[in-house]
Structure formats: structure tokens, C-alpha cells
């Protein structure tokens, strides 16, 4: 009771209204101050405190009613997931040969398919790019809606009218009243109230996955406009204030001088610079020119501080600073615990002692002076298998235990007797990858002076994870679904898992189509997954699989640095397959020729959509397209039409709908987007051709 007295004293000493000394009683208001009933004031003061009274009392209203909006939809998805009809086969039962469909489909299931159809279609693809960045029309139109319901709920419920009333004891002075503080205030409060709402969309311990099964990665976008909304809503609600107590309050400067010397103003102003400080550093210029890792660090440090500063400025709405402290906190003990539970186990060389024991990886480095250094790790680990798809977190404690970056393991759970195989391909760019491939080409210079090539440079890591959600769930029974990866560089390593568990069952399904189609800049990058490309090499002869590899450019210092072989002859060396090897085991010969066919188009050009078809007929089931003149000075001419490629795919199918997995650099990501698109046709689908759904499933962990 005494604290509600001292904010109330508080805001007497601000308003110059209410006299707590007649007051016959106080009135409490959730989330402001006690009101002193009855009023005995002049007649605009009272009229005014009851507008101030009754805006606030509908502002709290507005937040919590925010809130069951926000529950009521989370709940009917969660409703959704789980009784919605789901896919049916629009082919007949595993393995049949018919192309027509016998099974017949509802009119609930058709309907359904195709609204999903058409929302792709329209929402799928970007735009504004230049505003929003790499972000699909289905994420802005999200954003829309919020910041439309926010923008209607900010303006209604407020008194709009003027009261002139006069300044106790000072005859001919007078202040102004108008709606303009409970406008401040409302959008003061409901900046607050989002603000549990903006932590919950940066936790990688999701509970918004956990019910809408989105990845939480995906509310990413969510999270930085909301942040910016939060921001414009907390600059109005300052600006509001500010003029109304070193303007429209009567006498200044005595009434700003006061205002702005109390505490509550003091934290206020605090909460105001922290918040310009999140603003600023995380737009993507700041993020680039200050790093990554700094961004993130000064991120979590300054929203703590913001919280805190909050609290101290509005202590009556501390509800919501204290839900978005715990959403923090749990997210943080939740990271913990997962680590705890991969890493706790017995420790080397004992069978009675457990403790926290660090993975070992095997290190191969992949020397690249112009574009980076690849680097591979492959270790074992006795943990869970994860679920396809998902990633981990990876620490490297020999570079610093303050830093983990997530990266998807390129290797397939649960085939390792000696627990869960991990391998991870990542280019070195700036902070702990570059550390790593320098820490990593020290470990193999030493190796190599002490002889002990046969011993590979380790190095320990620890990881936090999984997470995400799993690609293939019902893919590897569903035969009809035919399914198109498309990788750019390292991200190759999001869809070979989807791949090699298509390819690795006792039973290859026959049923779907499948592709392969990696965009890479020089030949000796294939080296990277030479193991899986000999697996999957073999795989096409079967299974319905092909592969399609593009070599965009060389190293502009080609001929000097890059140890690839410039002949075709050479690179067809270079790859041997798994057969070719065994025969040489037992054969003890040497220089058999491999089945991987090189695929050389007459131009530097592999985007015209004649030139892939041309290469296409050519081809075997396993092709290397290569630009004959290296697009150094302008890539983009060697890059693959990735519209071609997928309306081509697609029509090449016989029946059943498309899954494209994607991971690559964010221009390929965004054609990606336009080509699934195009793809769709809720017509079709409809009349019951299962062909025109097609799905993008896409890796969106970019950071700037």
C-alpha cells in the first residue's frame, strides 16, 4: 500500500490535480496510479482526470485483449496441426504403378489443398527488399496485420477534447489538457505489453515453435520489426510527454524542471537510450560494420538493461517486464540443460566417473585465399539422434566458450554403431570461423613436421541443440512425393542429410522423382562431400535420382592456389567412385575411368533455359555443368536458371506433389521463392493433379 501511495504522490507532483489530503478515498487502477474519489477539483481538472482514468482503465483492456488474440490464434493452429486432414496420396498405395489417382480425394481435402496452394502462390514470393530484406509477402502481410491492429487500437478509446484549466494560487495562468497524455500513455502501455511478445519471437527455446511447429528462426523478421514498432511506440510516447509537461503545463520552466528531475522521468530517460542504442546497432548496416558476435552480445546485454529501466520507470506495469525476464531466463536455463544432457557423460578412460566430456573432431581444411577457407569436422558423440533438418549450436572452447554459431550437420543420425556421427562444412569468413581455419591450418603444418600425417588435426567442440524441425518426417514412406535440392556452396549441407536418408534405406522408394542441383564456384569444391557424392553416384542407378552439379567460376587466382585439376580428364580422376574403388582394392590397378560425366556448354552462360536442356540431353544421371569462360567479373552469368531448373523439374514428374529444400546464398534463396511460386496452381490441384503443389523448404538462419 505504501509503494501504490508513494506512485500515486508521484503523480500528483506531476499532474498538480489530485490533493490527497481531502481525499475521501483512493480508487485503484491496475497499472496506474489511485485515483483520489471524489474529485475536488475545478470542473475541467475533474473532467479531465476522468478521461485520464477511463483511457487508461481501456488501454489495459486493449493489452489483455492483444494477448487473447494472440492465444486464441496460437490455439486454433495448435487445433489445426493436429485435426486438419492432412496429406493424402494423390497416387495409388505405395509402389503402384497407375498414374491416376484411385483413391478419391474430399471436397474438405481438396479445398484445403488448394487455399494452401494459392497462399503460396501469392505469398511466397519477396518484396520490398530494399525495406523488409529477404523476406517473403506472407511475413510482411503478418507484420501488416500487427501493425495495423496496433495503429487501430492506439487511436480508439481516447477522449479527444481540450480543457483550459486554471493554475491554483496563480490567477491569469492556465494549463492546457487534451487527449494527448492518454494517447501517450496508451501507446506507452501497449509498448510494454508487447515487449514479452518480442523476447518470446528471439528465443531459440521457442515456445511458438513448440506449438506452430515453425522453426524458430523463422520469427526472426517478427522480432526485429516489432522491436522497431516498440521503438516508434516508445518515441511517441516520449515526444507526447515532453511537450506536454515543458509546454502545455503552466508555469515553465518550474513544471519541466520538476517533471524531468523525479526518478521515475530519470529511468524513463534511461529506458529511452538503451532502447535508441538496440535500435540503431541492429539495423543491418550497424550489424556489418560492427560484427556479428558484437551485435549479438551488446543485444542481449542492453535489452537486460532496457527491462531494468523499464521497471524502474513504471513500476505499476512490472507484469510485463517480469514475463519477458522469464521467457529470458528460461530460454537461457533451457540452452543449458540441453548442452548438460549431450556433453554429461563418462569421462575418458573411466567407467564409474561421469562428468562434462567435450566432443573431438577431425579437421580437414580446404584452402580457398579468395573466398574463404572451407573447413570440415567430423567427430562421434553418444547423444540422441537429432531429427534431419535440425542444427546444433557449436561451440569451439580452443577459440572462446563465449561464442557458438549454428550449422547443420551434413551426416545422417542413427547410422553409427559408435554413436551420432557429426560432420559440419563451414567457409571461414570473419571472427571464430576465420579463427577456426587458421586454427586448423596451424594444427595440420604441425602435423606435417612431425610426421604424423596419419594422425588428423583435432580439435574439441561442444554443442547446444538440436533444433528446428525435421525435414523428412513422412517423406521416406510417402513415395509420390518427389522432392528437388537445391544447394549454393556450404549450403549443401542442409539438404545432403535429405538426400542420403532418400538413397540409404534397405528399399530406395522408386515411386518419386528426386534431383540434385548444387551451384559451387570451382571444380575441387566437390571435394567436400566426396564420400556422399560417390554414395549418391551410385544411388542413380537405383533409384530415380539425378544429380547436377554447376561450377559458376573459378578462383580469379586460378592456376596459382586452386589445386584442382584444370582438364576435365583430371577432375574425372579426382572422383572415384565406391565401385571403382573396391575393384581397385582387389584388383591392385590403377587409372579406370569413373561414371561421372562432365557436362561443358559451348558459352560462359548456363542461365538460358535452351542451354540446360541442351545440357540435360546430353547428360547422364550424374552431370558437372562448367562454364568453359569463368564468370569472374560478373558471376551471375554462370549461375543456373533457377526458374528453368524447377518448372523443368516439375514437369518432368508424373504424379504427386513437390518438396524443394533449399539452402544457399540469399539471391538463390529469393529466385527460389518466385520459382515455387510460379509452380503452384490451386486450379490444378483441385481438378486432382498433385503435380502443381509444390512446397519450398528453405534454410533461413542468414545472418547479415
Known sequence: MSSSFAASKMLVDRAHIQNFSDAGSLEPHWGYAFRVVPCTNDAGSCEYLDSVYWSHDV??????????????????WCLGRHF??????????????????TVRQTGLYRLTRSAKVTARHYLLPESMVRIFGRTTRLQILVL???AGYLLIFSFIGIVYKRWITPVKNMPGVYNTRSGLGPWSNRVGVLAFALTPLS????????????????????FNFLHRWLGYIIFLQSAFHTLGWTIIEARLYQPQPKIWDGFISQLYMIWGVIAMIFLCFLFVFSTRWAIRFTGYEFFRKAHYIVAMLYLGACWGHWVQLNCWMIASLAVWFLDRGIRLVRTALIHYDYLPGSTSVMGFRSATAAVTLFPDDSHGDVVRLDF???HDAWNIGQHFFVCFPELTISQSHPFTPCSVPGTSTKGQRHSYILRSKKGATRKLAELARRKLEGTEKEATTDT????SVILAGPYGQSLVGGLAAASEINVLCVAGGTGVTFVLPVLMSLVSGAHPPSGRTIEFIWAIRRKNDMLWIQDELNTLELATKTSNLKISIFVTREDDTHGKNNKAADSVDALKNEFVTIEERKSQSDTSSHGQNTEIEVASPPSSS?????????DASRSSSFAIHHARVPAVSNPSTSRPDIAALVKGFVSSTVRGPTRVFASGPGGMVSDLRNAVAACNSAGKVWKGDGRYDVKLVNDDRLEW
Open 606 to 614: 548456363v542461365s538460358s533455359p535452351d542451354h540446360i536442356n541442351e
Open 199 to 218: 523476447v518470446m519471437l528471439s528465443s531459440r527455446e521457442s515456445l511458438l515453435s513448440l506449438i506452430t511447429g515453425i522453426p524458430y528462426q523463422h
Open 144 to 146: 501488416a496485420i500487427l
Open 380 to 382: 562421434n558423440h553418444n
Open 456 to 459: 588428423p588435426a583435432t580439435t
Open 84 to 101: 486438419i486432414p492432412s496429406r493424402r496420396s494423390d497416387a495409388t498405395a505405395l509402389g503402384g504403378e497407375s498414374e491416376r489417382p
Open 59 to 76: 488501454s489495459m483492456l486493449y493489452s489483455f485483449i492483444l494477448w487473447a488474440v494472440i492465444g486464441g490464434i496460437l490455439f486454433v
